[in-house]
Each structure stands twice: as structure tokens, then as C-alpha cells.
């Protein structure tokens, strides 16, 4: 027992005894991390051998800040949300390096709230929406980067520019009336479990309309994006020409 100088005594030994079980537990949690660290820049380095020239961008959809930190520590710098209010959560708590891109469906309400944090919008999907990004980028006197998601897919449900109506738009100056929004490149997602061929045909399609689209856009030196590809159909994407491909679950197998 020893005097603490407060009229109280207290176990020398009990609290050297959890000073050690603290540092063991600390030991154990920087070896996981570790570990987790290791096993993410393995699979990152294996899907970086197999995209070549292609941006890896990390999506960080359903993953915990812990998952996010590990992908840091691993090299990755880009990352990507699917909704607004999850970017908005997780950015302020992880390093303020990474660049977050928007994968997912944009609402009109939510633009204003996400330009200041986003390096660049992959679904810009409407005039209704652009229009609404020139109007924000202008209030807040900044320049936003977008790109034109394409609907190729049989899916009913995603969202995306009807690709002749799209080239219609471009071939009519539509695209000129936004001065604070620079048009990178175009995005599309293929049809769920659509087998490899119709993938393939979808992703070329999408390559085709953007060799279509760049001469017409406004700024055609700057329009060298294609976004296309997640876990499951990436290795067909770069084949087809994507320059920027979205994967999440094969990092974290």
C-alpha cells in the first residue's frame, strides 16, 4: 500500500498490474491495424497491377473509419461515397489529403451542402442537376468538376443521361451555359449481374459515346475521364477504356 498524499491509500502493485494490461492492449491493436494494413496494400497492389494506367478509387460505402484509416496507411488517397450524408460524416474524421469523389445519385437539395467537399461528381445526371451545380459553384464563387453519367444498362432503376439525347444536348451548345462547372468526362454502371459479355457491351458502348462527346464539349482538353467498373466488372471496364475505376469489397476481402 502507498499514501497518496490525499488521505488515501492505493495499491502500488494493482495499478502497475493495469498499466500493463493497457499496454498489452495497445500492443494488440497497433498489431491488427498492422495486419489490416498489410492485407489492404495487398489487394490494393494486386488491383493496381491489373488496371494499369487506371485511377484506383477506393469506395468507402458500409466501411468504418478504422477500414478507412487502413486504406490511408496503405497509400490511398481517393476516395468515394455513395450518399451525401455518409461523405459529409466521414471526411472530417479521417486525414484531410484524401480527395472524396460522389458515386452516387445526387438530389438537388443535397448540392449546395456537398460541392465545397467533393473533388469531383461522377453523377451528374440531368440539366435540372448541373443547372443546380452552376448556380451553387457561383454562390460560392468555386469551380466544380463533374461527370455525365450515361444510362447503358437494362436496369430501370439507375439513373443517367438517354446516351442520343445526351448527344443531342452536346451538339447543341447545351453545355456551354456553365461557366463554373468544368465537364470532365462521362460515368455508367453496368447492368447487375449481367453476364461478362453484356457487361463488356455496355462499357464499350460507353467508351463510344464518349470518343462522340468530346470534340463537342466546351472544354474538350479537359474532357479525358471514364468512370466505369466496380469489384465485380472492373477488369472488363479498363479493357474498355475506363480511366477511373470504383472498387470497395475486393479491398476489404
Given at each position: 500500500?502507498q ?11 494493482e495499478t ?12 494488440k491493436?497497433?498489431s491488427l491495424?498492422?495486419?489490416?494494413v498489410?492485407m ?10 491489373e ?7 477506393v469506395?468507402?460505402?458500409?466501411r468504418?473509419i478504422?477500414e478507412?484509416q487502413?486504406?490511408?496507411?496503405a ?6 461515397e455513395n ?7 466521414k471526411?472530417?474524421?479521417l486525414?484531410n489529403?484524401?480527395?472524396w ?6 438530389q438537388?437539395?443535397?448540392v ?5 467537399h467533393?473533388k469531383l ?5 440531368s440539366?435540372k442537376?448541373?443547372k ?7 454562390k460560392a464563387?468555386?469551380?466544380?468538376n ?14 443517367g443521361?438517354?446516351?442520343?439525347e445526351?448527344?443531342d444536348?452536346?451538339?447543341s451548345?447545351m ?12 460515368m ?8 461478362d459479355d453484356?457487361?463488356r457491351?455496355?462499357?464499350?458502348k460507353t467508351?463510344k459515346i464518349f470518343?462522340?462527346?468530346?470534340p463537342l464539349?466546351?472544354?474538350?482538353d479537359l474532357?479525358k ?6 469489384s465485380?466488372d472492373?477488369?472488363?471496364?479498363v ?10 469489397s475486393?479491398?476489404?476481402?
Amino acid at each position: 500500500m502507498q499514501f497518496d498524499g490525499t488521505g488515501s491509500y492505493f495499491c502500488l502493485h494493482e495499478t502497475e498490474k493495469e498499466i500493463n494490461i493497457t499496454r498489452t492492449n495497445q500492443r494488440k491493436l497497433i498489431s491488427l491495424h498492422l495486419k489490416g494494413v498489410a492485407m489492404i496494400r495487398e489487394n490494393i497492389l494486386e488491383i493496381q497491377k491489373e488496371i494499369g494506367r487506371a485511377q484506383l478509387i477506393v469506395v468507402s460505402k458500409y466501411r468504418e473509419i478504422e477500414e478507412l484509416q487502413e486504406v490511408y496507411d496503405a497509400g490511398i488517397r481517393q476516395m468515394a461515397e455513395n450518399r451525401v450524408q455518409e461523405l459529409l460524416l466521414k471526411k472530417p474524421l479521417l486525414p484531410n489529403d484524401i480527395e472524396w469523389h460522389l458515386i452516387g445519385h445526387l438530389q438537388t437539395n443535397k448540392v449546395r451542402s456537398v460541392l465545397p467537399h467533393v473533388k469531383l461528381i461522377h453523377s451528374a445526371d440531368s440539366i435540372k442537376l448541373l443547372k443546380e451545380i452552376e448556380k451553387e459553384s457561383a454562390k460560392a464563387k468555386i469551380q466544380s468538376n463533374v461527370l455525365l453519367q450515361i444510362h447503358v444498362a437494362k436496369d430501370e432503376t439507375k439513373f443517367g443521361f438517354d446516351p442520343d439525347e445526351l448527344i443531342d444536348f452536346a451538339r447543341s451548345g447545351m453545355f456551354n451555359q456553365f461557366p463554373n462547372v468544368h465537364i470532365r468526362g462521362v460515368m455508367s454502371m453496368s447492368t447487375l449481374d449481367a453476364d461478362d459479355d453484356q457487361v463488356r457491351s455496355e462499357f464499350s458502348k460507353t467508351h463510344k459515346i464518349f470518343e462522340i462527346l468530346k470534340p463537342l464539349m466546351p472544354e474538350s482538353d479537359l474532357f479525358k475521364e471514364i468512370s466505369m467498373g466496380m469489384s465485380s466488372d472492373y477488369p472488363i471496364a479498363v479493357e474498355e477504356g475506363a480511366t477511373l475505376v470504383r472498387v470497395g469489397s475486393k479491398i476489404f476481402i
